[in-house]
T-cell receptor, first 110, second 115 residues
Framework: KQEVTQIPAALSVPEGENLVLNCSFT??????LQWFRQDPGKGLTSLLL?????REQTSGRLNASLDKSSGRSTLYIAASQPGDSATYLC?????????FGDGTTLTVKP | EAGVAQSPRYKIIEKRQSVAFWCNPI?????LYWYQQILGQGPKLLIQ????????DSQLPKDRFSAERLKGVDSTLKIQPAKLEDSAVYLC?????????????FGPGTRLTVL
């Protein structure tokens, strides 16, 4: 059974700092890994999707990496802004089924 | 492109009552998912449809939960009777097809409170 862990559960940083969010998974035979953002009371917004054959994906200030052999993915946020405050979730897909971590709640202080 | 639509956005019911949620996926998306998200946790898959057929319902509590996707488009999720532990956000998502390379797109969710 796939297990997905995100540590830390919460993170607070000052504006402008670069930061890394972590996602680890137990079954390395994944099809893809997707990072989402969730604002309070809202649904999930897709940020980046990394295929199993890829090592990283970039979108603006976001960069996601994937290391299947070690069962890890990181989401790098450059020059953080207060608007980046949200919960970030990773989801790992195996055999068409996605398993989510419990998320990291990020607070960026002005 | 319109996103995934869900209704209602909020619902408060007493335990043992029944409730139904509706989802309209992105046009052309063959795969539809229902997730349950308990406060402080990640979403948990309840059921996955490919067109109007069920692909995975292994985590659906079938004694009280049911779902259907008639005509392979809209879907409804029903709980009957509801329990206190069913209080959660119910998220609907869709993707083009089931498989490895398709992004899931989520609706805003329905927040259910069972009293």
């Amino acid at each position: 059974k796939q297990e997905v862990t995100q540590i830390p559960a919460a993170l607070s940083v000052p504006e402008g700092e670069n930061l890394v969010l972590n996602c680890s998974f137990t079954d390395s035979a994944i099809y893809n890994l997707q990072w989402f953002r969730q604002d309070p009371g809202k649904g999930l917004t897709s940020l980046l999707l990394i295929q199993s054959s890829q090592r990283e994906q970039t979108s603006g200030r976001l960069n996601a990496s994937l290391d299947k052999s070690s069962g890890r993915s990181t989401l790098y946020i450059a020059a953080s802004q207060p608007g980046d405050s949200a919960t970030y979730l990773c989801a790992v897909k195996v055999a068409g089924k996605s398993t989510f971590g419990d998320g990291t709640t990020l607070t960026v202080k002005p | 492109e319109a996103g995934v639509a869900q209704s209602p956005r909020y619902k408060i019911i007493e335990k043992r009552q029944s409730v139904a949620f509706w989802c309209n996926p992105i046009s052309g998306h063959a795969t539809l998912y229902w997730y349950q998200q308990i406060l402080g946790q990640g979403p948990k898959l309840l059921i996955q449809f490919q067109n109007n057929g069920v692909v995975d319902d292994s985590q659906l509590p079938k004694d009280r939960f049911s779902a259907e996707r008639l005509k392979g488009v809209d879907s409804t999720l029903k709980i009957q009777p509801a329990k206190l532990e069913d209080s959660a956000v119910y998220l609907c998502a869709s993707s083009l097809v089931v498989g490895s390379y398709n992004e899931q797109f989520f609706g805003p969710g329905t927040r259910l409170t069972v009293l």
